[in-house]
């Protein structure tokens, strides 16, 4: 049974640039969220997507957008990248929107 | 007020005895309720769900949930070194999608 999966594992980028994370849920999941960890801090809800709509949305400027596939896969977009993007990107699925939530192995993104 | 709250720690226990993490939340209408364990430089893993007052079992770990006090615990008996890490609490509340994460408690189990 294939897990959450996430990629890349790590990503360093420059001030201004854009960066794009994909995220595959576990098998038989439709619903995709993800969320920022900084260090030493819990995740923080970035958006929801269920049915390729998102759901809900976090505090979260607008830089930040998402997409969700019909096969229920997902991306993060992130534009004008800040020195305050830098965190752990994690992917969570569930089995519809308040199901248990499994995290996939996050992204390492590094903004210079 | 933070929306969902644990002692950072760190919390010491020596091997084979009970940990105890706390959590306290101000959702009254939270209905969902998580234990995540994480390992440094790893992502988090759900070890606990509860969604009903009371007591659940699973293995080393009972998690319990008080909703008048606003209140979910978890406790891991036996406790053995691969037990140390960092345990996040999460609230669902309901009609919400987005859990709310505590900014976790860090368990260091001494052999």
């Known amino acids: 049974d294939a897990g959450v999966t996430q990629s890349p594992t790590h990503l360093i980028k420059t001030r201004g640039q854009q960066v794009t994370l994909r995220c595959s849920p576990k098998?038989?999941?439709?619903?995709v969220s993800w969320y920022q960890q900084a260090l030493g801090q819990g995740p923080q809800f970035i958006f929801q997507y269920y049915e390729e709509e998102e759901r809900q949305r976090g505090n979260f400027p607008d830089r930040f957008s998402g997409h969700q596939f019909p096969n229920y896969s997902s991306e993060l977009n992130v534009n004008a990248l800040l020195l305050g993007d830098s965190a752990l990107y994690l992917c969570?699925?569930?089995?519809?929107?308040?199901?248990?939530?499994?995290f996939g192995p996050g992204t390492r993104l590094t903004v210079t | 007020q933070k929306e969902v709250e644990q002692n950072s720690g760190p919390l010491s226990v020596p091997e084979g005895a009970i940990a105890s993490l706390n959590c306290t939340y101000s959702?009254?209408?939270?209905?969902?309720f998580f234990w995540y364990r994480q390992y440094s430089g790893k992502s988090p893993e759900l070890i606990m769900s509860i969604y009903s007052n009371g007591d659940k079992e699973d293995g080393r770990f009972t998690a319990q949930l008080n909703k008048a006090s606003q209140y979910v615990s978890l406790l891991i008996r036996d406790s053995q070194p691969s037990d140390s890490a960092t345990y996040l609490c999460a609230v669902n509340s309901q009609g919400a999608q987005k859990l709310v994460f505590g900014q976790g408690t860090r368990l260091t189990i001494n052999p």
């Open positions: 959702d009254r209408v939270s209905q969902s």
């Open positions: 098998s038989g999941h439709d619903t």
């Open positions: 969570a699925s569930s089995l519809a929107a308040t199901g248990p939530q499994y």
